[in-house]
């Protein structure tokens, strides 16, 4: 028999842990959640009316992608004022009525802060382009062209193309890591970082919980702005910033300092978390958590995203990570975000029961992005239908297949609209969805939930410590496996990567039982010294007898 699912008993996390690294994350595309107007794109009510949603898969925290004011040149990440929600995801009254809605079910709320560039449309940017001599000029990032008249460096943009634009008005570049329509803020400047300091505060003071850092990594560059190094290893098929190593257009050490002034902002606040946006090395990484612990509460670890999908690589990255962690600094997991191919898109919809039962039971904040819980995978979006800028400047880098709508029920659009939907939905919806899920008690909801449930009520997997456990060879290849150990409790976790089953040995510790297991009717089960794992099965084994 299954065990039964608690009701959510959300709040702080014991063990002296404070509530985000207790507890769990889960990411809202907002454009993607719920449309409450019918026009085809997601909004703040939309979120609201899905919050029970939401406490009863007991997630703790919800990290809101940009709602503010945008011309949307790319869906919110081009902001043109840091301190407004934009019409078409609602109202500041809108955003006080999710917040206090939130709040009233214990979930904490998490907003998505994007201080390394603006909008093109942002007052400060017009401001600064007006003239030579504007006293926003130093705001943003600009240059005299090169010596052949050509851009200052041999910078990229992410998304394609040249980091630098030509403005006509003045004769000088300006510099975007993205699009030109997202201008570089320049943070070496105490008066941006003072009115980014205020939009920090404008957020704080309405209860939110903490920010998510967009790109955290890129918001200092070299001071002398120097030539990237090519990157000899660059494949034809990788994006064009691949060309160069990103050596200085970011990760620069005094990127550091900034860190710890956003952080300094949030301290005066209580327990609000800073997590940052980082795609780096585990070395490099792991120095985002700042000397001091002044840095990043949880510098996003997009390892499991990058990293080949077999057991020992995924061993050895685990392994690898611990190590590396600073005294003190909290781990962090995560499995795809709105940039990226969906989990069950990449390791199939059999793994991707065993990659929700690593995300729930590595030690660390998991950060789970919505929609996966329902397994949604890969959605051809036919090119006339293509939404993303850097998928239209970059055939095959588009991000649209990861963002379309949520699913709900078997209804038009899945529930998701009762207009036309902004990017399509997957062809089996209508049985693909919460409603149609959620009873089934094989379904990949349900894992999910389960798993969650489990979380809470082990601190062994929420708070406890980890230790790898060494298999013979040829299974190690295969299966994964490591401990949780807390409160005298040690939890096993096992998880086979392949689609061939295997008798593992349990030589200590035992006798055990199955709590839970990715393949249903397995739990209460008691095992000794051997555990039959099937094909693609993820099992966490307990003590027997609770
Ligand atoms: C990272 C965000 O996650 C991505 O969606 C966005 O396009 C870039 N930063 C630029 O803001
Ligand atoms: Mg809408």
Redesign the pocket.
Known sequence: MEAPIKAPTPGAGGCGTVWWQSGTVYQIYPRSFQDSDGDGVGDLRGITARLDYLAWLGVDAVWI?PFYRSPMA??G??VADYCAVDPLFGTLADFDALISEAHRRKLKVILDF?P??SSIAHPWFTESRASRMSAKRDWYIWRDPGPDGGPPNNWLS??GGPAWTRDEATGQYYYH??LPE?PDLNWRNPEVRAAMHDALRFWLARGVDGFRV??IWHLIKDEGFRDNPQNPDFQPHQAGINRFHQVYSCDRPEVLDIIAGMRAVLRAYGERVLIG?IYLPIERLVTYYGPGLTGADLPFNFQLIQTPWRAEAVAALVAEYEAALPEGGWPNWVLG???QPRIAARVGEAQARIAAMLLLTLRGTPTLYYGDEIGLGHVPVPPERAQDP?GRNEPGHG?DPERTPMQWEDAPNAGFTAGTPWLPLTGDANRRNVDELRDDSRSILTLYRRLLSLRRDHSALSVGAWRGLALPSDLAAEVFAYERIADGETLRILLNFSNQGWSVPLDEGGPWQILLSTHSGRAGDRVERQLRLEPDEGVILGPPGR
């Open positions: 992608s790319d869906f990440y081009d994007v390394n560039h992410n998304f890591a993205f997202q967009d790109v946006e975000n709105h940039d850097w991000r």
